[in-house]
DNA sequence: AGCGTTAACTCAACTTTCTTGAGTGTTCAA
DNA sequence: TTGAACACTCAAGAAAGTTGAGTTAACGCT
């Protein structure tokens, strides 16, 4: 009867204090080097109280003295920029066969990053050989667990009980319990838990294609095909977490009707050449097929081509962003193939004139990925201001 | 070279007060009747706190004590509710024949509505008819200026140029300039500009079947098809302003593709019914057709149901929303119906055991909608706390 | 019926953090 | 050479939050 209020922060000092904090970072982090006063007149805070946050962060060791600018008239400017040892994040995906791990620094560069095969896929196999590896990435690293900021753990979605469960690439046990608190626990530290196309999106807003753009989408060419939609700035995640499933809505190929993922996505090319009788089955395989013009792969590409085009339709005016963006498990020359070989559609609200970004543009891609963009999902949370959050 | 800083609000004492006050506002309106613990609770702040933000907003005729409530033991709860008169809202829809307004109260109640025949299109003429109706309207409600909080207006969209001008239903002369800087400047208040579908979304969501909701989507049938996406809370708007626009999407109709609008939409619905010589100009003749089971409509309405389906499985995969909401100048008969006949998507993320809201619900519908979302825009913003909003 | 427990709310003192305004040092331009 | 522009610091003051003790009212156990 009493329907619940959901819970919002109000401001208190003390949670102003860290908004502005991360504020500030945000700042320093967007332009690399920044002044106190550029900051004030951005945040609309003095620069009194810029000082002050600054002279905290120096001393939490986040930010570094970045040399004097002299900018026109007046006092040289004194430049902060982030202090890369300042802090760490830990990027972990998990696939059915393998754990991707990477601990990357506080301006995104990692330090490391490994593959390591998971005996099976049973949830605390994953949970243990996820815990050993932080283990011992510290150890390698050299870098204490109170420098480590959180972890950010990629899983295939979707999440929970929906219409598309009960297919490929699942894991088993995960649908009991929140895969967050369960790493939370685990590892005793924050965690973030989003699917590959999300991460990879945020990957690519951190250090990519996509830094300073609040508003784009990533296709991740996965096992599937996965959409990561940012959101003035924020990943836009549905009421259950389960935005961005693009990979089961109908396209048009050749005037035929089918699922998007079934003509983009590395399984479909792998079942595409699989019936020419063609194993395909890594990345240089698929290089070596594209520099020899391999026909099949060619046509593959073509239909891969056509449907992205309908699928870009459908973003673009579903959401306006300011790019897309491709990347994922795909090398890069097919990307660019398929890059150059997508019609952008005319009746489209991308189609003006201003655009100041392509309308298509290629990631980073590779195996690691998603596994960057995990790290990522923590660094982004140290520079986002935390007041006025809703979840 | 020196990218700018995107600007966005730092916490100090005078926003974070203002920032809270509007998430006390938001609590209480949205359970109705709240007592100040609670919302302490739900807020993270004190009861102090909260205590002293109620006083200044019963001070400022924003709230009225609303009895006491004993809940189990201890002290009885004194409950706060928003005060009906405590401000008002002026909403305006723009259309290229008319202008329709309307002043709602501070708990989205309207307190009138009028339709005002337009000369011309011209972009004078429509400052000059809107200006014209808020005076008279604030005359026949006997309200002061000073309790006006702000006005929406609801255009016609896409907002500038885009691959989908030079479409029908256009204003003229609009493209230069920001609206609703230009609309500010004439009324001389704060003013929100959006699209119907937006404006319609936000008016279910104040006081509609979206009631409490914080995600979903709108799907409004106008000239058009357009799709209000609320995510979070907010209005999704896209880089440009422009996300939403559905209309244009390819769906398939008996293995055909179109545009879905050519399939949903009143001109789509008039073209067909023409077709077969029924001239039809007006919500009355559909209802006299649909009660009389016409033929041609009941063809149409499947083809439109099967539209619908289609694009609702986009809509559920991409943004996995709460509910979508069905809605707009289409005669709720006709909108049931709709309805009862689109086939619910199996594959997708919204197929899933555990719902609470039916995946499509029929929102408000008639003539009025939009103009009463565009005073719930002002509404909304003074429900919603400000800190960290970014745009 | 009496009395301890629970819970909402208030009061007054205290704390955090921001702002303000005066002052310092550097650079550029007239 | 001088003055304006600008970044930054210092110290005092102001705003808004928290804390903890105290008050009031309802419930429920004896």
């Known amino acids: 009867m009493v329907s619940t ?4 922060l109000g401001a208190n000092p003390e949670r102003a204090r860290s908004h502005n904090k991360q504020l500030v970072l945000r700042a320093i982090r967007h332009v690399g080097a920044v002044g106190r006063a550029e900051i004030a007149r951005a945040s609309g805070l003095s620069t009194q109280a810029v000082s002050n946050i600054i002279s905290d962060l120096l001393g939490e060791g986040l930010l570094i003295e970045q040399g004097v600018r002299s900018a026109g008239r007046g006092l040289p400017v004194q430049q902060y920029a982030i202090k890369p040892d300042g802090g760490y994040a830990f990027g972990v ?3 059915p066969t393998a754990v991707f791990t990477a601990l990357v620094d506080l301006v995104g560069t990692p330090v490391l990053a490994r593959r390591t095969p998971l005996r099976n896929a049973g949830k605390s196999t994953i949970l243990e050989t996820v815990s050993a590896q932080l283990a011992s990435a510290l150890i390698e690293a050299r870098i204490s667990k109170g420098a480590l900021m959180g972890a950010g753990i990629v899983m295939p979605g979707p999440f929970g009980d929906t219409g598309l469960t009960g297919t490929e690439s699942e894991l088993p046990g995960w ?3 929140d895969p967050a608190e369960i790493f939370a626990n685990t590892l005793n530290l924050p965690v ?3 699917n590959d196309a999300n991460a990879a999106a945020m990957a690519e807003r951190m250090n990519g294609v996509a830094r300073g753009l609040d508003d784009f989408a990533y296709l991740y060419f996965g096992q599937g095909l996965g959409l990561g939609l940012v959101q003035n700035g924020q990943i836009l995640q549905g009421a259950f977490g389960n935005a961005g499933e693009i990979g089961h809505i109908q396209v048009l190929v050749d005037g035929h009707a ?4 079934s003509a983009t996505s590395r399984l479909s090319v792998q079942a595409c050449l699989a019936r020419e009788g063609l194993d395909v089955t890594n990345m240089e395989d698929l290089i070596s097929l594209y520099s020899s013009a391999n026909r099949h792969l060619l046509v593959w590409l073509d239909k891969a081509a056509q449907a992205l085009s309908s699928a870009l339709s459908i973003i673009e005016n579903l959401f306006d962003p300011q790019t897309v963006i491709l990347g994922g498990a795909m090398p ?5 193939h398929i890059i150059a070989r ?4 005319e009746r489209s609200v991308s189609n003006r004139p201003d655009r100041v970004h392509p309308r298509l543009m290629r990631g980073t891609s590779g195996r690691m990925t998603a596994t960057l963009g995990a790290a ?3 660094l982004h949370q140290a520079f986002t201001p935390t007041i006025a959050e809703a979840r």
């Open 342 to 345: 997508t019609a952008l559609p």
């Open 175 to 177: 649908n009991t319990g």
């Open 192 to 194: 973030f838990v989003e």
């Open 376 to 378: 990522a999902l923590v």
């Open 93 to 95: 995906e998990v696939r």
């Open 5 to 8: 209020l959901k819970p919002q």
């Open 332 to 336: 890069d020359v097919l990307l660019d």
């Open 258 to 261: 089918v699922e998007l993922e």
